[in-house]
């Protein structure tokens, strides 16, 4: 058996190379991997500003879709032939790729392994930073930046599912429609008349309980602003600018809460309690075809640059993915 998967030869240079997959340990599986998601943080390691932690393949690719094939000890919770998603320790771009037995996900009868394939970062991001960080709950108000993202279009979804009343934000007319067709109680456009005054004319203003941003910079005095008192807002990204200038006292007004989380930062524990979680009050939905993931586009693993181009470029709604069936 061989694996193929790609290297990062430099910045502007993929790979495709071979090797011998690597075996399941204690606790895993190895997956033959049908898709995987691509994600920002794939586009910042190919060009070498996020590092690789130790323990991880140096591989691209934190989410896949397939069928297992083999197991370590411990791992018969899913024998092989069955269909599943899981979050990887890098390694998501090849044929074949390890991952933890409670990483994983038993993919739906209703869900094509190309749907599957775009779940695991988005259910774990949203479930992590918007019910643990952002607390949540039913008949609250959320405001997810990035409706049109693979994560903000999932967490679009799921927020509706938890109760809440979900506001979003797009660029431009055509995304804010196809965005509003996810169950969005209101879109508004940031590329439109300021954000601030969009949504204070909506009602909104100082109402806001719980807001995921992927944005940063000027946002974040937005997001203050924006809040609700005992608001919680969930950095996740930096689309915008690393840095902010805020004004401290809306925090002390308001009682905020301003905190952020990465995916690969997360505890091991956080990790296993969040697929526990998700299993419990996600897959239903995902099986009831009440969450259905959004797929802008394929493209094969020989072309993951390509990929890479597209999420740079910035015209997709939902997930880009990779097919991996070489
Ligand atoms: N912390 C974590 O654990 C974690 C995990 C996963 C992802 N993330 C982050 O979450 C973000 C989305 O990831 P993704 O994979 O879903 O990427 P993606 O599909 O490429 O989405 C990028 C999003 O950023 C928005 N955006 C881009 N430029 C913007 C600007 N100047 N102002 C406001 N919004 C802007 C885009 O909105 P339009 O398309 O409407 O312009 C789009 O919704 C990324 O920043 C990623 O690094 C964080």
């Known amino acids: 058996?061989?694996?193929?998967?790609?290297?990062?030869?430099?910045?502007?240079?993929?790979?495709?190379?071979?090797?011998?997959?690597?075996?399941?340990?204690?606790?895993?599986?190895?997956?033959?991997?049908?898709?995987?998601?691509?994600?920002?943080?794939?586009?910042?390691?190919?060009?070498?500003?996020?590092?690789?932690?130790?323990?991880?393949?140096?591989?691209?690719?934190?989410?896949?879709?397939?069928?297992?094939?083999?197991?370590?000890?411990g791992s018969e919770g899913l024998l092989p032939g069955r269909r599943v998603c899981a979050l990887v320790a890098g390694g998501g771009y090849a044929t074949h790729a390890i991952a933890r037995v409670d990483h994983c996900l038993a993919v739906p009868d209703n869900i094509s392994l190309v749907e599957a394939a775009a779940l695991p970062e988005a259910l774990l991001t949203v479930w992590h930073n918007v019910v643990v960080l952002g607390q949540l709950r039913a008949d609250q108000t959320a405001l997810i930046h990035g409706g049109s993202s693979g994560i903000g279009s999932l967490g679009i979804q799921m927020a509706k599912l938890l109760g809440a009343k979900v506001l979003t934000t797009a660029g431009g007319p055509d995304k804010c429609a196809k965005v509003a067709a996810l169950g969005a109680d209101a879109v508004f456009d940031y590329r439109a008349d300021p954000l601030l005054a969009q949504i204070e004319a909506a009602g909104y203003a100082g109402a806001i309980d719980v807001i995921l941003d992927m944005a940063g910079g000027d946002f974040t005095q937005l997001n203050l602003d924006l809040a609700a008192p005992d608001g919680r807002i969930v950095c996740i990204g930096m689309m915008r600018g690393l840095k902010a200038e805020i004004n401290l006292f809306t925090i002390l007004q308001k009682r905020l809460h301003l905190t952020g989380s990465t995916l690969r930062g997360m505890g091991l524990d956080e990790k296993v309690a969040a697929f526990v979680a998700i299993r419990q009050h996600m897959l239903g939905y995902i099986a009831g075809?009440?969450?259905?993931?959004?797929?802008?586009?394929?493209?094969?693993?020989?072309?993951?640059?390509?990929?890479?181009?597209?999420?740079?470029?910035?015209?997709?709604?939902?997930?880009l993915v990779l097919n991996c069936q070489v």
């Open 1 to 73: 058996m061989q694996r193929t998967y790609i290297d990062i030869e430099s910045p502007e240079s993929l790979r495709v190379r071979t090797d011998t997959p690597p075996q399941p340990g204690p606790g895993e599986v190895l997956i033959d991997v049908h898709y995987a998601g691509v994600n920002r943080a794939d586009l910042l390691q190919r060009v070498g500003l996020y590092p690789v932690p130790a323990d991880a393949s140096p591989i691209m690719g934190l989410e896949v879709a397939g069928t297992v094939i083999a197991n370590g000890t």
């Open 289 to 319: 075809g009440r969450i259905k993931p959004v797929i802008h586009a394929q493209f094969p693993l020989e072309d993951a640059m390509a990929a890479h181009h597209a999420m740079q470029a910035g015209a997709h709604v939902g997930k």
